[in-house]
């Protein structure tokens, strides 16, 4: 069903696969997943700007060689080569919108981005930007004078929607604005409080590494020690930074559209064994798509684990206190007896899993906001399972694997 592309190896696994439903514009439900990199804080103004980079190309940007950036790192602009626009010439600005739905970027510096959770009616979103194997996440904000970035942040849990939420420990003193209106050659705009940015010229057309943007508004802004240049294209914000020397640090060099991001995790899979344990450790590719709620993606990996069927829903999947609750659709205890390692076996999964996403050691299982009654076994007190070492089986483990390939249905 799967052809493979391509393999690049990055810190972790990604799958792009074409979604098969059209982009959710809305707030989705709080969802909270296990994240354990670290990224160091950026302070300097310089160091803002670099890492703000966001981009939105389209499929002709894709290549499959590895970044020349990294391989040549004296690359330099020649903007004497690119098509000037004809004087007085005016962009919108709601054509510079730094990302889509359901779009993953990958720059020239490895840095890969994705939009986690997108609302159009408020015009924000959140987007997870991942760097050698770290994540950090990053709130954008648009209307039709600004669009700027006004957080930046390692997250609890990266699946989290955070855009309706206050609790994150935001790196950027106050927010960064990236393009002001109008787009018009010599606008200028305080940056970040304090250094100023001037659309110094706009393009008809402009060629980096062999690709073509067309309507291309070029930003620089003036730090304490030196100047910093920035490349919008429309359709595709971002997609070059370079310094007064004219050498290129970061530019747009991969792009996909309607694609799910998928990457390895631990889950627990129900064993059959004599042995007494009922799960053990395996590694299995996680999907997520703009503005999936923790339930709509957990379900999709419990039905391909075979755990539930495709007829069982899950209603939501939250955290009371220190208590986690998984809420299904009648028929799921019979789907959980038809497994070959039994109902006993696919109960500690599901619990351990969902411990795990969740940061609990205690999960209840639901249906339909009732206490799930089991087939086989005994009825927990108010149907909340505690975990259990002894369910798991510590000699099978399987270490995880770090690639990044892309794949099409």
């Known amino acids: 069903m799967f ?24 707030l989705s439900e709080e969802n909270r997943i296990k994240i354990e990199s670290k990224i160091a804080e950026k302070t300097t103004t310089e160091e803002k700007i670099e890492s703000s980079i966001e981009t939105q190309p389209n499929e002709s940007t894709k290549e499959t060689q590895a970044s020349p950036n990294k391989e040549n790192p004296n690359i330099t602009i020649d903007t004497s080569k690119w098509e000037q626009a004809a004087e007085g010439t005016e962009y919108s600005i709601m054509d510079f919108i730094p990302f889509r739905a359901n779009q993953i970027k990958k720059f020239s510096d490895d840095m890969i981005s994705y939009v986690d959770h997108y609302d159009e009616s408020s015009g924000q979103m959140q987007v997870r930007q991942i760097k050698d194997n770290k994540t950090m996440s990053s709130l954008y904000q648009w209307d039709g004078n600004q669009i700027k970035q006004f957080a930046s942040f390692q997250p609890e849990n990266v699946l989290r929607n955070y855009l309706d939420s206050e609790q994150y420990d935001n790196t950027l003193s106050q927010p960064l604005v990236l393009l002001a209106a109008p787009i018009v050659t010599g606008n200028r705009w305080t940056y970040d409080g304090q250094n100023q940015s001037e659309i110094t ?40 930074t370079w310094d007064e020397q004219n050498k290129l640090s970061s530019y747009l060099k991969e792009y996909s559209t309607d694609v799910m991001l998928v990457y390895n995790i631990d889950i627990y899979v129900p064993v059959e064994n004599e042995n007494g344990s009922l799960i053990e450790k395996q590694v299995v590719p996680f999907s997520w798509q703009t503005d999936d709620t923790l339930a709509s993606a957990l379900k999709r990996l419990f039905q391909e684990q075979k755990w539930i069927g495709q007829e069982i829903d899950i209603l939501d999947i939250s955290k009371e206190e220190d208590i986690g ?23 500690a999964a599901l619990v351990s899993t969902t411990a ?43 270490p995880s694997t770090e690639e990044i390939t892309e794949t099409t249905m």
């Open 3 to 26: 052809v493979v592309k391509k393999l690049l190896f990055l810190g972790v696994i990604f799958i792009l696969v074409g979604c098969s439903r059209e982009p959710m514009i809305q």
């Open 201 to 240: 010229a706009i393009y008809e057309n402009v060629e980096i590494d062999n690709k073509q943007f067309s309507q291309v508004v070029e930003v620089t802004t003036d730090t304490n020690d030196k100047q910093v240049h920035q490349l919008y294209a429309k359709d595709y914000g971002l997609i070059a």
């Open 325 to 347: 609750e998984v809420d299904f659709t009648s028929g799921v205890v019979a789907d959980l007896n038809k497994h070959p390692a039994g109902e006993q076996a696919v109960i």
């Open 356 to 398: 795990e996403f969740l940061k609990v050691d205690k999960v209840r299982l639901e249906v339909y906001g009732n206490g799930m009654l089991p087939a086989t076994i005994d009825y927990p007190p108010n149907g909340i399972y505690t975990i259990d070492p002894t369910w798991l089986n510590q000699t099978n483990s399987t």
